[in-house]
């Protein structure tokens, strides 16, 4: 029986090929050529499936770069943030550590007493902040570090070298930040 249905079905491609006037070599030609043309669509639809693959591959990769520069520029903008809430603090308290060094200076603070425990804290406090005190009297003067506001020449109790200058008296204390001049020492200087 499938013999007959084979023989049925021969019999119908030979009178279709017939009747359009080909024979069994042309069909077969042109079987081939459908059959390639398949193919070729195909390996088409295949490049323009891995390029699309490629173009979203290409997309996320210029995403992941914006993401991560973003990333590195809001953590520059966070630690400026920072640093300057950190430097309006600091230029906050440096009067109060000015008045704190004058009435210790002038013998107004006992040490010992509450007050005098309670400057060296915040003494302590802005040193762990990175803020250090400098400027102390008979030290050379240095104009990246000092504001000269009068000199005087030395006499014979001056212990100068020729053309040596030094801080003769701290009207006001200099501080650095991370060993940076954050304010420079207002000082009076002697100088031979």
Do not use: C
């Amino acid at each position: 029986m499938a013999d007959e249905n084979k023989s049925e079905n021969d019999q119908k491609v030979e009178d279709l090929l017939n009747e359009a006037g080909l024979d069994q070599e042309t069909a077969e030609k042109i079987e081939k050529e459908a059959k390639e043309d398949d193919e070729s669509i195909e390996s088409s639809d295949q490049d323009n499936s891995n390029s699309e693959v490629e173009s979203l591959k290409s997309a996320l990769a210029r995403e992941r770069a914006d993401f991560i520069n973003y990333k590195k520029r809001s953590q520059k903008e966070q630690e400026a943030a920072r640093s300057l809430g950190k430097t309006a603090a600091i230029l906050n308290f440096l009067p109060v550590m000015d008045e704190i060094h004058r009435a210790k200076e002038q013998g107004e603070l006992e040490e010992g007493s509450p007050f005098w425990k309670i400057a060296d804290k915040f003494e302590k406090a802005l040193e762990s902040l990175g803020v250090t005190k400098y400027a102390e009297k008979g030290e050379e003067f240095d104009p990246n570090l000092h504001d000269a506001l009068m000199n005087r020449d030395a006499n014979e109790n001056d212990d100068l070298e020729d053309g040596q200058t030094k801080v003769d008296n701290v009207v006001e204390h200099g501080y650095k930040l991370n060993d940076e001049v954050f304010r420079p020492a207002k000082v009076t200087t002697v100088s031979k």
